[in-house]
């Protein structure tokens, strides 16, 4: 009797504890990974009791929604998710603690056309230059894919440069309303809007391979919990997942 009064009291001082710890966390993540979190964050709240107060923005750029101009304006945050250069900016620039950072995924990037159009041969670096220098009008993003395919992979199919940097919005939702013939951005943010055909990921020795990672700022609120988070995001266990919505896993 002594024992199981003795098993109850330590079952309800653990429940007694757990509850004291549920924390409620404020994460900003950008396009990239917001599929893939989107999939994992639920399974983590309730792994952990923890509830997760989510808002999404770019990862540099001049729209208010972008992270760091969040954060420039005060806004709070327990976790960041971005691409990792980005996050680099921020822990050099003291934002971020330098020691939180973990590496979560790589982005690949991917065409798409509008849904009912004939999906075109990519494959090559020739076929990629045929499909964008015929296009009428071509999407890519206001992040680091658009930057890229702004300044380098133009130059490097040996084409000038063409098309409009959407900002805020996916790329794919203005192909879907037939605004652009063709989208590239990164394949993860690709996916998930209806009205399109996805293509595939342009060739790889013209591919940008966008390292997504997430950290936690100096003033985050609850840095534990943090930390938690950003363990299992990264885990072994959270990859089919993160796999599922275009993603690929770090290699390590």
Do not use: C
């Not at 009064?5 to 710890?21: C, E, I, N, P, S």
């Not at 966390?25 to 917001?34: D, R």
């Not at 220098?133 to 992979?153: F, M």
């Amino acid at each position: 009797m002594q024992s199981l009064f003795k098993t109850l009291t330590a079952l309800t001082l653990g429940a007694l504890a757990l509850t004291a710890q549920a924390e409620e966390l404020n994460v900003m993540t950008s396009g990239g990974f917001t599929a893939a979190y989107k999939l994992l964050g639920p399974h983590y709240a309730k792994q952990s009791g923890d509830s997760l107060d989510t808002v999404l923005g770019p990862s540099m750029g001049k729209a208010p929604e972008a992270i760091p101009n969040r954060l420039a304006r005060g806004e709070h945050a327990d976790v960041v998710i971005m691409v990792g250069y980005a996050l680099d900016e921020l822990i050099k620039q003291g934002k971020v603690d330098k020691a939180s950072r973990v590496e979560l995924a790589d982005s690949r990037i991917g065409l798409v056309v509008k849904e009912g159009a004939a999906k075109p041969a990519i494959g090559t670096d020739a076929e990629l230059k045929a499909v964008l220098s015929k296009a009428r009008s071509i999407a890519y993003s206001d992040s680091a894919s658009g930057v890229y395919v702004e300044k380098e992979l133009f130059k490097k199919l040996g084409m000038p440069a063409k098309g409009d940097m959407i900002e805020r919005i996916p790329v794919a939702s203005v192909v879907a309303k037939g605004d652009y013939e063709v989208g590239l951005q990164q394949v993860a943010e690709l996916l998930p809007v209806p009205g399109v055909t996805y293509v595939g990921k342009i060739p790889e020795d013209v591919q940008s391979v966008t390292r997504f990672a997430a950290g936690i700022p100096v003033n985050a609120e609850h840095p534990q919990a943090a930390k938690a988070l950003l363990k299992y995001l990264a885990s072994p266990e959270a990859q089919p997942l993160v796999q599922s919505t275009g993603l690929d896993s770090v290699s390590r």
